[in-house]
């Protein structure tokens, strides 16, 4: 049984920093890719970021050169570093993994993940 469990959200003034973890269990970590995604209160879920097997990573447009995704497969953990916060990033954010890991997939979409943390909130003022 795979379980997520995401930590770090709060609450944090704009131009703030926060750092996200999802600690894995259940399956061997290194050979799955991991997502963030997030949800802002009535929006859709959103892709955030990946991190596939070697370290390949993608982000959203929203995020690009603010957030960065990393992983330590020795902790079973994935990180997301969250800087210059802005209001509009305040949502749920989740982590996500995949049943079986493709190579070729980009990974981005919602429905290629099968495992879902609960979710942390973070909360950004002005």
């Known amino acids: 049984q795979v379980q997520l469990v995401e930590s770090g959200g709060g609450l944090v003034q704009a131009g703030g920093s926060l750092k996200l973890s999802c600690l894995a269990s259940?399956?061997?970590?290194?050979?799955?890719?991991f997502g963030w995604f997030r949800q802002a209160p009535g929006k859709e879920r959103e892709f955030v970021a990946r991190i596939k097997t070697g370290g390949s990573t993608k982000y959203a447009d929203s995020v690009k050169g603010r957030f960065t995704i990393s992983r330590d497969n020795a902790r079973n953990t994935v990180y997301l570093q969250m800087n210059s916060l802005k209001t509009e990033d305040t949502a749920d954010y989740y982590c996500?993994?995949?049943?079986?890991?493709?190579?070729?997939?980009?990974?981005?979409?919602?429905?290629?993940?099968?495992?879902w943390g609960q979710g942390t909130q973070v909360t950004v003022s002005s």
């Open positions: 996500a993994t995949g049943l079986r890991y493709y190579n070729y997939r980009d990974y981005v979409s919602l429905d290629e993940y099968e495992y």
């Open positions: 259940g399956r061997t970590f290194s050979s799955y890719v």
